[in-house]
C-alpha cells in the first residue's frame, strides 16, 4: 500500500507538527500534534474525546493524506461507522480505500482467565499489522483504559503500556490516546504519566442549563499554544474550536462609508453614512424603533446588491417581513432575490458558543457584507454579562477581519441612560445610536442620539425619530422659547411658525403698497415741479435769447454802419 | 477473519485448543509444554492443540481478539474461552478450559 505521505516535517524548525484538521485546534496548537508523538486526550464522558479523535483519522485521511488506525477498545466497527456518519464522515469508503484501518478490541473480563505471566504483544502485533498495511501516519487508542477492566495483572498492564507508547513513538505515528477523566486526576488509571508530550483536556459544564464545551490544553512538550480555555463544538460538520480572540488587533479597515438607509441619519454621520466593516450599536428602550432602523440598513444593503443576514433572536422572520412592511420596506422581494438571509432562533435553543458557530457558518457560507444581530440583550438568558461580551468580541473580531459591517441591536432597560449598558459592547463599536424615549407633554416621543462614531466627524444634536406608513425619518428637534419640543408639541409650534409667517408677508405687502403709493405721489409732485422748472427755464431762456439775438443784430447793424462810412470815404477820395 | 483449521477433515476433536505465541519466547515455550502436559493427562486422544505463531500471521490476532501473549483459546467445545498466560497454573487451567469443574 502506497505509504509515501506529505507530513508538514520541513514547515517547523523545531517541533514537527502534524495538522488534526480540526477547525480552531490547530491554531491554538500552532499547527497541530506533535509528529510522531502520542497525544493524550482527556475528559468525562460525553466530552467528545471519540468524535475527536476520529476526526482526527479521518481528516488526516481526507486532507492530508494520511491514512490512520482506529483501535476502538470501547465501540465496535459498526457502531463507530453509523456514529461519525451522522458527520457525514464515510468510514465505510475509507477502510475500503485503505485509508483508514478500525481495529474493535474486545475484552470480556468473564471469558478471560489468567494464569502465569503475559504481556501484550498480541496488542502490538495487531496495531503493528494494521499500521503496516496501510502506511498508516496516525493511530488512535480509544479508550485503551478498558484494558485496566479486562486485566487483572496492574503491573503487567502499566509495565504494557509505558513500552506501548514508546513502541508507538519508535514507530513515527502520531497517536491520540483517549483517557477518562478520573477524580482528581487527569485519567482514572494516570495515564499521563505516560503520555507527557501532549496533554488536551475536555470538559463540558452545563451552567443555567445551557451546556458548553471547553478545551484546554495543559501540556505541550516543545511547544507553545495557547493556555485558555477554548469553548469547542460539534455540530453536523465535526468540530471546532473556536479561539476567544484573535490575538492581534490587525484586521484590516476600509475608509469605505455606506449609506444607513436613512439620508437624514447619514447626514448626521458626517454626509456620509458609516464605515464599511465597522461595527454599529443601535441601543434604546423597548419599542424605539430599533428593528425598524436595523431593517432599514438591511434594505440598504440589499438594494445596493450587496447580501445582508438578518439574525433575529425576538421575532420569526415573517413576522419582521410584516412589521416592516408597515414602514414601507418590502424585505420579501430582497429574500427572494437571494440577497438576504434571515435566521430567527431564540436565543435559549443552545449555548452562546453554538450561537457564534451558527453566525460564523453562516456568514462563511453566504458571505455577506452586512450581518445584524437583533437583538444582543437577549444572549444574556444564556450567559452572563463577560461571556456574552466575549462571545461579541469574538464575533465582532471575525467580522471585522472578513470586513463584515455589523449591527447590533441592543435593549437598555433602564430609562436613563446608562452609559455603559449594552452588554459591555459599546466600547468595542465603532459607532453607537441611541434611540431614547423623550417624553413631555403627554406624549413619547423618540430621539436620536449618537453617541459616537468613530473616525468621522458626526452631528451631537439630537434628532427626532418619526416612524410613517412611508418610512424613517429624522426631524430636526425644535428649539422653542419653551425648550426643546418634540412630537406634536413641536408641530404645533411650527404650524404656529407658519401662521405668523403668513400674517407678517401679509402686513409686508401692505407696506409696500403703500410705499408705493407714497412713491407715486412723490414721483407726480416731482413731475409738477419739474414742468414748473422748465417753464420757468424757457422763460428764462426766452429773454436771454432776445437779447443775444438783440445784441446781435445791433453788433451786425454796427458793422454795417462802418462799412458804409469807410465806403463813402474811398468814395470821397476818388472824387479829389 | 481468517480462521485455518489445518486439519478439518479429520473426525472432529471433542478439544480444539489454540494457542496463540509471538516468537519462541520462554513464556511461549512454557505455555506450549504446559499445555501439552495437561491434554495429554486429562483429555488423551481427544484434542487438537494448533499453534498460531503471531509474528508470522499477524493478521490472525484480531479474529480471536488476542491481546496478551500466550493467549489459549477454546474453540471448542463452545462457548469459546481464553486464558492467558503461561499456563503455569494448572488448577486454573483446568477450570478454565471446563475440564474440571470447580471444586
Known amino acids: 500500500m502506497p505509504k509515501k505521505s506529505k507530513t508538514n516535517h520541513p514547515r517547523f524548525k523545531s517541533l514537527p507538527k502534524t495538522p488534526t484538521g480540526i477547525r480552531g485546534l490547530d491554531e491554538i496548537t500552532g499547527g497541530g500534534l506533535p509528529t510522531g508523538r502520542p497525544t493524550l486526550v482527556c475528559g468525562a464522558a460525553g466530552c467528545g474525546k471519540t468524535l475527536m479523535a476520529t476526526e482526527f483519522i479521518v481528516r488526516g485521511a481526507l486532507e492530508y493524506n ?39 478490541v474486545h475484552i ?32 488512535v487508542l ?22 506501548l507508547f514508546g513502541w508507538l513513538k519508535e514507530k513515527g505515528v502520531t497517536a491520540i490516546i483517549t483517557g477518562e477523566k478520573g ?55 465535526g468540530m471546532s474550536v473556536l479561539p476567544i480572540t484573535s490575538l492581534l488587533l490587525d484586521s484590516p479597515v476600509s475608509s469605505q462609508r455606506i449609506s444607513s438607509g436613512i ?23 423597548a419599542g424605539t424603533g430599533k428593528t425598524s432602523l436595523a431593517a432599514y440598513f438591511a434594505n440598504e444593503t440589499c438594494i445596493r446588491k450587496e447580501r445582508c443576514i438578518y439574525f433575529a433572536f425576538e421575532e420569526s422572520p415573517l413576522q419582521i417581513i410584516r412589521n416592516m412592511w408597515s414602514i414601507g420596506i418590502d424585505l420579501k422581494s430582497h429574500i427572494d432575490k437571494g440577497l438576504l438571509e434571515m435566521h430567527a432562533a431564540r436565543p435559549t435553543l443552545n449555548g452562546l458558543e453554538m450561537h457564534l458557530l451558527s453566525i460564523h457558518k453562516h456568514v462563511k457560507r453566504f458571505k455577506p457584507q452586512t450581518v445584524i444581530l437583533d437583538p444582543i440583550t437577549n444572549l444574556i438568558t444564556v450567559g452572563s454579562v463577560s461571556e456574552v461580551k466575549s462571545m461579541l468580541i469574538r464575533l465582532i473580531d471575525f467580522l471585522q477581519q472578513e470586513q463584515i459591517t455589523v449591527l447590533f441591536t441592543a435593549l437598555s432597560l433602564n430609562t436613563i441612560v446608562n452609559e455603559q449598558t449594552d452588554e459591555g459592547v459599546s466600547s468595542l463599536v465603532d459607532a453607537w445610536l441611541l434611540v431614547r424615549d423623550i417624553e413631555a407633554n403627554g406624549e413619547r416621543n423618540r430621539g436620536l442620539y449618537i453617541m459616537k ?68 405721489v412723490l414721483e407726480a409732485k416731482i413731475a409738477s415741479l ?31 454802419i462802418i462799412q458804409n462810412r469807410q465806403n463813402k470815404n474811398t468814395l470821397d477820395g476818388k472824387k479829389k | 477473519m481468517v480462521k485455518k483449521s489445518k486439519s478439518a477433515s479429520v473426525k ?48 490472525l490476532a484480531a479474529g480471536d481478539q488476542i491481546l496478551a501473549i500466550p493467549t489459549l483459546v477454546r474453540k471448542v467445545p463452545v462457548p469459546i474461552r481464553k486464558i492467558i498466560g503461561d499456563l503455569s497454573n494448572e488448577e486454573k487451567v483446568l477450570v478454565g478450559l471446563n475440564i474440571r469443574p470447580l471444586k
Open chain 1, 453 to 520: 462614531s468613530r473616525g468621522m466627524k458626526h452631528s451631537n444634536q439630537v434628532r427626532e425619530f418619526v416612524i410613517t406608513d412611508d418610512g424613517l425619518d429624522l426631524v430636526d428637534v425644535f428649539l422653542g422659547s419653551d425648550g426643546v419640543l418634540t412630537g406634536s408639541a413641536r408641530e404645533a409650534q411650527q404650524l404656529m411658525e407658519v401662521t405668523g409667517q403668513a400674517l407678517k408677508s401679509h402686513a409686508l405687502t401692505r407696506k409696500d403698497i403703500e410705499i408705493q403709493r407714497k412713491r407715486k
Open chain 1, 142 to 163: 480509544d479508550t485503551i483504559e478498558n484494558l485496566f477492566s479486562g486485566l487483572n495483572n496492574l503491573g503487567v498492564l502499566r509495565a504494557e503500556l509505558r513500552r
Open chain 1, 66 to 104: 494520511e491514512p490512520g488506525v482506529f483501535m476502538a477498545f470501547e465501540e465496535r466497527v459498526e457502531e463507530l461507522e453509523m456514529n461519525v456518519a451522522s458527520l457525514g464522515f464515510d468510514l465505510v469508503k475509507l477502510q475500503k480505500d485503505k485509508l483508514v484501518k478500525i481495529d474493535h
Open chain 1, 108 to 139: 470480556d473480563k468473564s471469558e478471560i482467565e489468567e494464569t502465569g505471566e503475559y504481556d501484550l504483544d498480541g496488542l502490538f502485533i495487531r496495531l503493528g499489522y494494521a499500521i503496516d498495511t496501510i502506511g498508516a501516519k496516525r493511530v
Open chain 2, 12 to 59: 472432529p476433536y471433542k478439544w480444539e485448543l489454540r494457542l496463540y505465541i509471538a516468537g519462541n519466547t520462554p513464556k511461549s515455550v512454557t505455555a506450549l509444554n504446559n499445555l501439552k502436559k495437561y491434554c495429554e493427562e486429562h483429555l488423551k486422544g481427544e484434542y487438537k492443540i494448533e499453534v498460531i505463531d503471531l509474528l508470522v500471521h499477524p493478521q
Open chain 1, 530 to 560: 419739474q414742468e414748473e422748472f422748465e417753464s420757468v427755464q424757457d422763460e428764462l431762456n426766452k429773454s436771454y435769447v432776445e437779447d443775444e439775438l438783440k445784441k446781435e443784430i445791433m453788433e451786425k447793424n454796427r458793422k454795417q
Open chain 1, 263 to 285: 439620508p437624514a441619519l447619514d447626514q448626521m454621520l458626517g454626509g456620509k453614512g458609516f464605515f464599511k466593516g465597522s461595527s454599529i450599536l443601535i441601543s434604546g428602550t
Open chain 1, 183 to 237: 477524580e482528581g486526576t487527569l485519567t482514572r488509571q494516570g495515564l499521563e504519566e505516560y503520555v507527557s508530550d501532549c496533554v488536551i483536556l475536555l470538559d463540558h459544564r452545563v451552567e443555567n442549563q445551557i451546556s458548553t464545551r471547553l478545551l484546554r490544553i495543559i501540556k505541550y512538550r516543545g511547544s507553545v499554544h495557547g493556555t485558555n480555555e477554548y469553548p469547542f463544538l460539534i455540530d453536523e460538520d
